[in-house]
T-cell receptor
């Protein structure tokens, strides 16, 4: 069964304290792995799409990496405005284009 | 980037009434849109896949007669919650599939908060 597991469930950081969020997946043929950011009461905001092991993408203080079993979202020198829930999703094989989401990591960055 | 809008953003209705939620892709065409619901502090749960010009595909356990989906054009999909009950209260979010800068992804709308009294 296709599955996505995110850890930790919640993470508290001091401003400037770098860390990583983990997304482990089991899927029969990865078509793409997606990272989103979601603020309370809002829809998810697209961050990255990764397609193959070894691929990396960066955006401001965020960097996403991908291996054959997991993806990491590295946050360098976070700021309070980076506080949000970060969601990881994988695209199911076949033609349905469905995304399978993990349960998310709630990040709180304290000033 | 791609923009997806939803209307209304918030709706309160009485039990037994029907509610329609619109999802629009504002600056791109989307042959495929998706409808999710999200309960507090939980992740997104896919309800159905909406395909332009054809019937929606519903996930297991989602009642197609209760959650009517119409994808009438390449920029508009609607979700109608028929005979709504308090247990249908939730945050409903749509997404639209597209390609941008050689990346395939789904862009999400801002969500619709439904409260059924």
């Amino acid at each position: 069964e296709d599955q996505v597991t995110q850890s930790p469930e919640a993470l508290r950081l001091q401003e400037g304290e770098s860390s990583s969020l983990n997304c482990s997946y089991t899927v029969s043929g990865l078509r793409g792995l997606f990272w989103y950011r979601q603020d309370p009461g809002k829809g998810p905001e697209f961050l990255f799409t990764l397609y193959s092991a070894g691929e990396e993408k960066e955006k401001e203080r965020l960097k996403a990496t991908l291996t054959k079993k997991e993806s990491f979202l590295h946050i360098t020198a976070p700021k309070p405005e980076d506080s949000a829930t970060y969601l990881c999703a994988v695209q199911a094989p076949g033609s349905s284009y469905k995304l399978i989401f993990g349960s998310g990591t709630r990040l709180l960055v304290r000033p | 980037g791609a923009v997806v809008s939803q209307h209304p953003s918030r709706v309160i209705c009485k039990s037994g009434t029907s509610v329609k939620i619109e999802c629009r892709s504002l600056d791109f065409q989307a042959t495929t849109m998706f409808w999710y619901r999200q309960f507090p502090k939980q992740s997104l749960m896919l309800m159905a896949t909406s395909n332009e010009g054809s019937k929606a595909t519903y996930e297991q356990g989602v009642e197609k007669d209760k959650f009517l989906i119409n994808h009438a054009s390449l920029t508009l999909s609607t979700l109608t919650v028929t005979s709504a009950h308090p247990e249908d209260s939730s945050f409903y979010i749509c997404s639209a599939r597209t390609w941008l800068q050689s990346q395939e992804t789904q862009y999400f709308g801002p969500g619709t908060r439904l409260l059924v009294l």
